[in-house]
Protein backbone atom coordinates (compact mmCIF):
# COMPACT_ATOMS: atom_id res chain seq x y z
CA UNK A 1 0.00 0.00 0.00
CA UNK A 2 1.42 3.29 -0.58
CA UNK A 3 1.53 5.68 2.05
CA UNK A 4 1.46 9.93 1.97
CA UNK A 5 4.44 11.39 3.91
CA UNK A 6 1.97 12.66 6.15
CA UNK A 7 0.78 8.58 7.02
CA UNK A 8 4.52 7.71 7.53
CA UNK A 9 5.58 10.56 9.61
CA UNK A 10 2.07 9.56 11.71
CA UNK A 11 3.04 5.92 11.91
CA UNK A 12 6.58 6.19 12.88
CA UNK A 13 5.73 8.62 15.49
CA UNK A 14 2.64 6.94 17.08
CA UNK A 15 1.40 10.47 18.59
CA UNK A 16 -2.89 11.36 18.82
CA UNK A 17 -1.29 14.24 16.45
CA UNK A 18 1.99 15.54 15.37
CA UNK A 19 2.58 19.54 15.05
CA UNK A 20 5.21 21.06 12.24
CA UNK A 21 5.84 24.50 13.34
CA UNK A 22 7.32 27.54 11.11
CA UNK A 23 8.31 30.35 12.71
CA UNK A 24 9.37 33.74 11.25
CA UNK A 25 12.71 32.94 8.94
CA UNK A 26 15.29 31.78 9.41
CA UNK A 27 13.20 29.38 12.02
CA UNK A 28 11.37 27.44 9.41
CA UNK A 29 11.31 23.95 9.32
CA UNK A 30 11.58 21.55 5.91
CA UNK A 31 9.47 19.24 7.32
CA UNK A 32 6.31 21.39 6.23
CA UNK A 33 7.41 21.93 2.56
CA UNK A 34 8.43 18.11 3.04
CA UNK A 35 4.37 17.46 3.91
CA UNK A 36 2.79 19.83 2.23
CA UNK A 37 5.00 18.60 -1.01
CA UNK A 38 5.19 22.93 -1.14
CA UNK A 39 7.57 23.84 -3.62
CA UNK A 40 7.54 27.65 -2.90
CA UNK A 41 6.54 30.42 0.00
CA UNK A 42 7.54 31.42 2.65
CA UNK A 43 5.15 30.14 5.13
CA UNK A 44 6.05 31.91 8.39
CA UNK A 45 3.43 31.30 11.24
CA UNK A 46 1.94 28.54 9.60
CA UNK A 47 1.56 25.21 11.11
CA UNK A 48 1.24 21.82 9.40
CA UNK A 49 -0.82 19.29 11.42
CA UNK A 50 -0.66 15.68 10.71
CA UNK A 51 -3.32 13.65 12.39
CA UNK A 52 -2.76 10.14 13.97
CA UNK A 53 -4.05 8.38 11.11
CA UNK A 54 -1.78 10.45 8.72
CA UNK A 55 -4.47 13.13 7.52
CA UNK A 56 -2.79 16.49 6.57
CA UNK A 57 -4.35 20.22 8.20
CA UNK A 58 -2.44 23.30 7.19
CA UNK A 59 -3.16 26.50 8.98
CA UNK A 60 -1.80 29.46 7.53
CA UNK A 61 -2.58 33.17 7.19
CA UNK A 62 -4.33 34.78 4.61
CA UNK A 63 -1.02 35.77 2.46
CA UNK A 64 -0.19 32.15 1.80
CA UNK A 65 -3.63 31.02 1.47
CA UNK A 66 -3.17 30.72 -2.80
CA UNK A 67 0.06 29.11 -2.36
CA UNK A 68 -1.07 26.67 0.53
CA UNK A 69 -4.28 25.30 -2.06
CA UNK A 70 -1.51 24.37 -4.44
CA UNK A 71 -0.13 21.40 -1.84
CA UNK A 72 -1.32 18.94 0.46
CA UNK A 73 -3.40 19.12 2.87
CA UNK A 74 -7.11 21.11 4.16
CA UNK A 75 -6.24 24.87 4.50
CA UNK A 76 -7.73 26.45 7.43
CA UNK A 77 -6.69 30.41 7.08
CA UNK A 78 -6.34 32.59 9.77
CA UNK A 79 -6.36 36.62 10.01
CA UNK A 80 -5.83 37.00 14.09
CA UNK A 81 -4.66 34.86 17.04
CA UNK A 82 -8.14 34.26 17.53
CA UNK A 83 -9.01 32.39 14.96
CA UNK A 84 -5.84 30.52 15.07
CA UNK A 85 -6.66 29.43 18.42
CA UNK A 86 -9.88 28.15 17.74
CA UNK A 87 -8.40 26.39 14.45
CA UNK A 88 -6.39 24.57 16.71
CA UNK A 89 -8.72 23.58 19.12
CA UNK A 90 -10.62 22.00 16.81
CA UNK A 91 -8.08 20.24 15.21
CA UNK A 92 -6.12 18.96 18.38
CA UNK A 93 -9.77 17.84 20.41
CA UNK A 94 -8.80 14.89 22.25
CA UNK A 95 -5.47 14.83 21.25
CA UNK A 96 -3.68 13.52 24.87
CA UNK A 97 0.16 13.61 23.50
CA UNK A 98 0.88 15.58 20.64
CA UNK A 99 4.59 15.63 18.39
CA UNK A 100 6.74 18.00 18.18
CA UNK A 101 9.22 18.44 15.90
CA UNK A 102 11.92 19.15 18.62
CA UNK A 103 15.50 20.23 16.64
CA UNK A 104 13.34 23.12 15.19
CA UNK A 105 10.46 24.39 16.93
CA UNK A 106 10.80 27.55 18.58
CA UNK A 107 9.63 27.43 22.77
CA UNK A 108 7.29 30.17 22.13
CA UNK A 109 5.62 27.93 19.69
CA UNK A 110 5.93 24.74 21.81
CA UNK A 111 4.28 26.98 25.20
CA UNK A 112 1.13 28.16 22.26
CA UNK A 113 0.99 24.41 21.26
CA UNK A 114 0.98 23.02 25.51
CA UNK A 115 -1.62 26.14 26.09
CA UNK A 116 -4.24 25.87 23.53
CA UNK A 117 -4.28 22.01 23.19
CA UNK A 118 -3.72 21.09 27.25
CA UNK A 119 -1.64 18.05 25.62
CA UNK A 120 1.97 16.66 26.24
CA UNK A 121 4.16 17.64 23.80
CA UNK A 122 7.02 15.16 23.07
CA UNK A 123 9.85 15.47 20.49
CA UNK A 124 9.89 13.24 17.81
CA UNK A 125 12.65 14.85 15.53
CA UNK A 126 14.54 11.31 15.47
CA UNK A 127 11.32 9.47 14.32
CA UNK A 128 10.40 12.36 11.79
CA UNK A 129 14.41 12.23 10.73
CA UNK A 130 14.17 8.28 10.33
CA UNK A 131 11.38 8.87 7.73
CA UNK A 132 12.68 11.86 5.92
CA UNK A 133 15.93 10.35 5.27
CA UNK A 134 14.43 7.93 2.65
CA UNK A 135 13.27 9.57 -0.30
CA UNK A 136 10.56 8.52 -2.11
CA UNK A 137 10.97 9.01 -6.49
CA UNK A 138 9.49 12.51 -6.79
CA UNK A 139 12.62 13.35 -4.38
CA UNK A 140 15.45 11.80 -5.89
CA UNK A 141 14.40 12.87 -9.31
CA UNK A 142 15.08 16.82 -7.66
CA UNK A 143 18.28 15.58 -6.16
CA UNK A 144 19.13 13.98 -9.54
CA UNK A 145 18.58 17.60 -11.23
CA UNK A 146 20.49 19.36 -8.36
CA UNK A 147 23.44 16.67 -8.53
CA UNK A 148 23.57 17.21 -12.50
CA UNK A 149 23.90 21.16 -12.28
CA UNK A 150 26.81 20.60 -9.83
CA UNK A 151 28.44 18.09 -11.66
CA UNK A 152 28.18 20.21 -15.10
CA UNK A 153 29.87 22.87 -12.89
CA UNK A 154 32.74 20.98 -11.41
CA UNK A 155 33.94 19.85 -15.22
CA UNK A 156 33.75 24.30 -15.84
CA UNK A 157 36.19 24.88 -12.83
CA UNK A 158 39.50 24.04 -14.50
CA UNK A 159 38.59 26.21 -17.26
CA UNK A 160 37.89 28.53 -14.50
CA UNK A 161 40.97 29.25 -12.48
CA UNK A 162 43.96 31.40 -13.76
CA UNK A 163 47.19 32.68 -11.16
CA UNK A 164 46.12 35.80 -9.12
CA UNK A 165 42.33 35.33 -9.01
CA UNK A 166 41.14 35.02 -5.46
CA UNK A 167 39.42 32.31 -3.71
CA UNK A 168 36.07 34.67 -3.41
CA UNK A 169 36.30 35.22 -6.90
CA UNK A 170 36.38 31.42 -7.74
CA UNK A 171 33.15 30.95 -5.31
CA UNK A 172 31.38 33.87 -7.14
CA UNK A 173 32.60 32.42 -10.92
CA UNK A 174 31.36 28.77 -9.45
CA UNK A 175 27.59 30.28 -7.78
CA UNK A 176 26.56 32.26 -10.94
CA UNK A 177 27.43 29.14 -13.00
CA UNK A 178 25.58 26.97 -10.90
CA UNK A 179 22.54 29.18 -11.34
CA UNK A 180 23.38 29.18 -15.23
CA UNK A 181 23.29 25.45 -15.20
CA UNK A 182 19.74 25.49 -13.80
CA UNK A 183 20.34 25.75 -10.30
CA UNK A 184 17.81 27.23 -8.30
CA UNK A 185 20.12 28.33 -5.06
CA UNK A 186 23.27 27.50 -3.24
CA UNK A 187 23.05 24.20 -1.11
CA UNK A 188 25.63 26.21 1.07
CA UNK A 189 27.86 28.72 0.91
CA UNK A 190 30.55 27.75 -1.17
CA UNK A 191 34.05 26.81 -0.18
CA UNK A 192 37.19 27.85 -2.54
CA UNK A 193 40.02 27.50 -0.31
CA UNK A 194 43.53 27.72 -2.33
CA UNK A 195 47.13 26.47 -0.94
CA UNK A 196 47.20 26.20 3.20
CA UNK A 197 43.67 27.23 3.79
CA UNK A 198 42.06 23.87 2.41
CA UNK A 199 43.33 22.33 5.59
CA UNK A 200 40.51 23.72 7.15
CA UNK A 201 37.49 21.90 6.40
CA UNK A 202 34.65 24.34 6.54
CA UNK A 203 36.88 27.24 5.45
CA UNK A 204 35.16 30.78 4.11
CA UNK A 205 36.61 32.04 0.79
CA UNK A 206 39.12 35.16 1.41
CA UNK A 207 41.09 37.47 -0.74
CA UNK A 208 44.13 34.83 -1.00
CA UNK A 209 45.27 34.49 -4.34
CA UNK A 210 45.70 31.31 -6.54
CA UNK A 211 49.84 30.73 -6.65
CA UNK A 212 51.52 28.01 -8.57
CA UNK A 213 51.94 24.85 -6.36
CA UNK A 214 48.80 25.74 -4.58
CA UNK A 215 46.20 22.74 -3.71
CA UNK A 216 42.53 24.13 -4.84
CA UNK A 217 40.16 22.58 -2.68
CA UNK A 218 36.22 23.48 -4.25
CA UNK A 219 33.48 22.33 -2.18
CA UNK A 220 29.84 22.84 -3.72
CA UNK A 221 26.58 21.86 -3.98
CA UNK A 222 23.48 23.45 -6.39
CA UNK A 223 19.74 23.15 -5.17
CA UNK A 224 17.28 21.69 -7.61
CA UNK A 225 13.82 22.69 -6.53
CA UNK A 226 13.83 22.05 -2.89
CA UNK A 227 16.85 19.56 -2.85
CA UNK A 228 20.41 19.68 -2.46
CA UNK A 229 23.47 18.32 -3.70
CA UNK A 230 27.52 18.08 -2.70
CA UNK A 231 30.56 17.53 -4.40
CA UNK A 232 34.35 18.57 -2.93
CA UNK A 233 37.48 18.35 -6.21
CA UNK A 234 40.67 19.05 -5.02
CA UNK A 235 43.09 19.82 -7.93
CA UNK A 236 46.68 21.25 -8.04
CA UNK A 237 47.30 24.27 -9.95
CA UNK A 238 50.58 23.45 -11.41
CA UNK A 239 53.13 20.98 -9.79
CA UNK A 240 53.03 20.57 -6.09
CA UNK A 241 54.25 18.92 -2.88
CA UNK A 242 55.34 15.51 -2.95
CA UNK A 243 53.36 14.71 0.38
CA UNK A 244 50.10 16.23 -1.19
CA UNK A 245 50.19 13.88 -4.26
CA UNK A 246 50.64 11.12 -1.90
CA UNK A 247 47.83 12.02 0.13
CA UNK A 248 45.96 12.33 -2.64
CA UNK A 249 46.22 8.79 -3.52
CA UNK A 250 45.43 8.01 -0.16
CA UNK A 251 42.27 9.50 0.28
CA UNK A 252 41.16 8.12 -3.15
CA UNK A 253 41.67 4.89 -1.42
CA UNK A 254 39.79 5.58 1.46
CA UNK A 255 37.01 6.71 -0.47
CA UNK A 256 36.49 3.65 -2.75
CA UNK A 257 37.17 1.54 0.66
CA UNK A 258 34.14 3.66 2.51
CA UNK A 259 31.81 3.39 -0.49
CA UNK A 260 32.19 -0.86 -1.25
CA UNK A 261 30.58 -0.96 2.36
CA UNK A 262 27.55 1.87 1.07
CA UNK A 263 24.07 -0.71 0.47
CA UNK A 264 21.10 -1.27 1.92
CA UNK A 265 21.31 -2.76 5.19
CA UNK A 266 24.82 -1.78 6.01
CA UNK A 267 25.63 -0.07 8.85
CA UNK A 268 26.29 3.42 8.62
CA UNK A 269 29.75 3.21 10.48
CA UNK A 270 31.52 0.55 8.44
CA UNK A 271 32.07 3.00 5.46
CA UNK A 272 33.42 5.87 7.93
CA UNK A 273 35.49 2.84 9.76
CA UNK A 274 36.84 1.60 6.17
CA UNK A 275 37.76 4.94 4.89
CA UNK A 276 39.22 5.60 8.40
CA UNK A 277 41.32 2.55 9.00
CA UNK A 278 43.52 3.43 5.61
CA UNK A 279 44.05 6.92 6.32
CA UNK A 280 45.03 5.89 9.83
CA UNK A 281 47.22 2.86 8.39
CA UNK A 282 49.40 5.79 6.45
CA UNK A 283 51.45 8.29 7.11
CA UNK A 284 48.60 10.97 7.46
CA UNK A 285 47.08 8.76 10.89
CA UNK A 286 44.96 11.13 12.43
CA UNK A 287 44.52 13.64 9.76
CA UNK A 288 40.64 12.61 9.11
CA UNK A 289 39.20 14.86 11.42
CA UNK A 290 35.40 14.27 10.52
CA UNK A 291 33.14 11.97 9.55
CA UNK A 292 32.84 9.88 6.04
CA UNK A 293 29.60 10.95 5.15
CA UNK A 294 25.98 12.58 5.72
CA UNK A 295 22.24 12.58 4.66
CA UNK A 296 21.36 14.70 2.25
CA UNK A 297 17.81 16.24 1.49
CA UNK A 298 16.01 19.60 1.55
CA UNK A 299 18.91 20.04 4.51
CA UNK A 300 22.43 19.76 3.20
CA UNK A 301 23.12 17.53 6.65
CA UNK A 302 20.37 15.39 7.42
CA UNK A 303 20.02 12.33 8.44
CA UNK A 304 21.88 9.51 8.27
CA UNK A 305 25.22 10.19 10.05
CA UNK A 306 28.11 8.10 8.43
CA UNK A 307 30.41 8.17 10.73
CA UNK A 308 31.95 5.94 13.08
CA UNK A 309 29.88 6.28 16.08
CA UNK A 310 26.57 5.67 13.90
CA UNK A 311 23.92 3.77 14.87
CA UNK A 312 22.26 4.64 11.70
CA UNK A 313 21.63 1.77 8.98
CA UNK A 314 21.83 2.53 5.69
CA UNK A 315 18.68 1.69 3.83
CA UNK A 316 17.55 1.89 -0.12
CA UNK A 317 16.35 5.33 -1.14
CA UNK A 318 18.41 6.85 1.03
CA UNK A 319 21.24 10.09 0.12
CA UNK A 320 24.54 10.24 1.51
CA UNK A 321 27.61 12.01 1.03
CA UNK A 322 31.42 10.15 0.68
CA UNK A 323 33.93 12.45 1.58
CA UNK A 324 36.95 11.71 3.42
CA UNK A 325 39.58 13.81 3.56
CA UNK A 326 43.59 14.07 5.02
CA UNK A 327 44.21 17.78 6.16
CA UNK A 328 47.81 18.48 6.54
CA UNK A 329 48.28 22.50 8.86
CA UNK A 330 50.19 24.88 6.84
CA UNK A 331 50.54 22.70 4.00
CA UNK A 332 47.15 21.93 2.62
CA UNK A 333 43.83 19.63 2.68
CA UNK A 334 42.71 17.07 0.09
CA UNK A 335 38.66 15.87 -0.08
CA UNK A 336 37.43 14.12 -2.48
CA UNK A 337 33.88 14.16 -2.04
CA UNK A 338 30.18 12.58 -3.94
CA UNK A 339 26.51 12.77 -3.69
CA UNK A 340 25.66 9.21 -3.62
CA UNK A 341 22.30 7.24 -3.43
CA UNK A 342 21.81 4.04 -1.71
CA UNK A 343 20.26 1.11 -3.95
CA UNK A 344 18.89 -2.32 -2.97
CA UNK A 345 22.30 -4.43 -4.12
CA UNK A 346 25.06 -0.98 -3.92
CA UNK A 347 24.81 2.55 -4.51
CA UNK A 348 24.42 4.93 -7.38
CA UNK A 349 26.52 7.90 -7.34
CA UNK A 350 24.82 10.95 -7.56
CA UNK A 351 27.21 13.33 -8.89
CA UNK A 352 29.98 13.01 -11.25
CA UNK A 353 33.39 14.40 -12.79
CA UNK A 354 36.94 12.94 -12.79
CA UNK A 355 38.50 12.43 -9.49
CA UNK A 356 41.85 11.43 -10.74
CA UNK A 357 45.08 13.62 -9.75
CA UNK A 358 44.92 16.79 -11.93
CA UNK A 359 47.43 19.05 -12.53
CA UNK A 360 46.06 22.29 -13.80
MN1 LIG B 1 29.35 17.29 2.46
Excluded at 41 to 56: M, N, P, Q, R, Y
Excluded at 78 to 93: A, C, H, N, P, V
Excluded at 218 to 239: A, E, I, N, Q
Amino acid sequence: MHMSRAQRIASSAGMDAVVISNGTSPFLDPVFWYVTEQTSGTFEGSFAVISKDGGLDVVTGRLEETTAKKGKGNVHVYETRDDMESIFKGLLKGCGRIGISGRSVSYNASEYLKKVSGAELTDVSAKIAGVIAIKDRKEITEIRKACGVTSKTASEIPGMLHRGMTEKEASRLIDSDMRDNGGTGNAFETIAAFGPNSAEPHYRPSDRRLKKGDAALFDFGSMHGMYCSDLTRTVFFGKTDDILERAYAVVLKAKDAGMREMYDGAPAKDADTAARNIIDGSEFKGMFIHSFGHGIGMSIHESPSVSHRSEDILKEGMVVSAEPGIYIPGTGGIRIEDTVLITKGGHEVLTEFDQSFTVI
